[in-house]
């Protein structure tokens, strides 16, 4: 199959709703000519990530033809994420087919583009969600998301809700790919080639730049933001904490960012008590913070939905909901929990 016939399969799909079936087609087609061209696309995406656009094609695959539904969904809502998570794949892997990446300003709603690393040249992945209402005529909030562990950025924005949070806020959200490093150490650098490639591309409202992290995400917003520091209005973590080794360049760098901390009290993968002692250590060192904790909620973002939504209000309206004056054990973690990631 020719590109232009790849392509025009990936539009029809995006267009007219088609099947999960109609979807693993199209994904299996893709996989087939990304792995025929992947020699002359490694220079280009970077060795180290080439093959895992070829796996996620795969992925998808797999993941369409599962019936179960995760708890926290209704089956519309899961059957609607996993075909966006495939479309924007299919996006990503056609780009790099072609060799012609989509621009970031033609985007509206959910789309996937690539920017250029500023570390070593080669075209880095970000999903993106544009709100139909954007206009250069009034600037727009900025969210950056980081992905958790294993998660893909494509995964982290492709439920429905981030959507409608977005079109609700007039919010432009990004998610660098972040070259899979689950802590973003050593890619801290695509986050910021994201963020400058957005700031570029669209009226951001300065004082409406935040970065916020989910799960893995959440602990790495503590690494990324204290490289520059004075980029961010606020930072948010969901399901995340501060590492103790962390917390000294927090305070030192960040001491009058507003920090708002999210987590589950049933969740079983990143214990609420990191969450919590994180409010309760930036609180007791003088740093705004916020505190939320969804009762019941577990370790999938859909989950904590109830919280996400006034926690992403409070932040683009600088509101802070400060916690008690104790949160009790303030003892930070000292290492990122190996726990996976749920849907």
Known sequence: ???????????????????????????HVAAATYLAKIASIAPVAGRDTTYDYYERLYDDFDTL??????????????????????????????QLIGGSFNAMGSIRGLGETFVRSSKDGTMQPVAIYVPQTYTAAKPAPLIVWLHGHPQSETQLLAPPYIAQLAERTGTIVIAPWGRGYYDFRGSASDVYDALGAATRTFAIDPRKRFLAGYSMGGFSVFEVAPVHPNEWAAVMSVAG???GSDSARIIALMPRTPFYILTGSADDSIPTRFPTATAGYLQ???VDVS??????GIHRLVTLLPILTQAWNDMLAQ??????ATLGNVTLPAAMPTNPLRP
């Open 1 to 27: 199959m020719t590109r232009g016939a790849l392509v025009s399969t990936a539009a029809l799909v995006l267009l007219l709703g088609s099947s999960a079936g109609d979807l693993r087609v199209s994904l």
């Open 65 to 94: 033809g599962d019936p179960s539904v995760p708890q926290g969904y209704t089956a519309p809502e899961w059957s609607q994420t996993m075909a966006r998570t495939a479309s924007l794949d299919l996006s990503l892997a056609e």
């Open 241 to 243: 904490a501060l590492l």
């Open 284 to 286: 007791s060192a003088g």
């Open 291 to 296: 505190f939320y904790s969804e009762p019941g």
């Open 319 to 324: 509101v802070l909901r400060r916690p008690p």
